[in-house]
């Protein structure tokens, strides 16, 4: 399973900054075929975390959708025209009146996972999700802290490594990890 980053929009300007993207940075989501291994896009975000949440127990073939079979060329082909990142299977759907977003740091290095949730504001990790719980006690019947996951997929070197940023940032660890102590 793979999601690919939206391009970057331009720098905002003007005196206001901006802090965090309230969207996700995945600009289309795939998955592989578990028989011929070509690439088929996912129409909907929904879609898709509908096939990662069972994707263990069931694998994804060109047979499930009415429109295609193996024997058809892949929907978008693997190369490092734009990045890509792979998702880990089996992250539940999020519950119900929230969304999981996935955000790539500018020097796409990782990305970063988070819940809106019913209240507008994000959880960063379970104890967020659970002082949420804490504060809107009408919610947990309806979701549990168990539910949400924030694991991130990882992103493919190899389709990032022309980029300058992720150049720099490599080299700024790689620094930090050399010198005794891990900080320069």
């Known amino acids: 399973m793979v999601s690919s980053p939206a391009p970057s929009p331009p720098p905002s300007t003007g005196p206001q900054k901006k802090r965090g993207s309230t969207k996700d940075s995945v600009g289309l989501y795939a998955v592989q075929c578990c028989d011929c291994y070509k690439w088929r896009t996912v129409p909907t975000k929904e879609e898709f975390e509908t096939i990662r949440e069972n994707f263990t127990e069931d694998p994804w073939s060109c047979s499930k959708r009415p429109d295609c079979s193996c024997d058809e060329p892949a929907d978008i082909k693997y190369d490092n025209s734009c990045v890509w990142v792979i998702d880990k299977p089996d992250i539940p759907k ?40 804490e504060a809107f006690p009408e919610y947990k019947d309806r979701m549990s802290a168990s539910r949400f996951n924030f694991s991130t997929p990882k992103i493919v070197e190899e389709t990032v490594s022309d980029k300058s940023a ?19």
């Open 94 to 133: 999020p519950p119900q009146d929230t969304e999981r977003l996935v955000i790539m740091r500018r020097d796409f290095t990782k990305m970063d996972a988070y819940y809106v949730m019913p209240n507008g504001k994000r959880a960063r990790c379970e104890g967020d999700v659970e002082k949420f719980l």
């Open 166 to 184: 992720w150049k720099a940032a490599k080299a700024k660890k790689q620094g930090k990890a050399d010198t005794p102590g891990g900080k320069k």
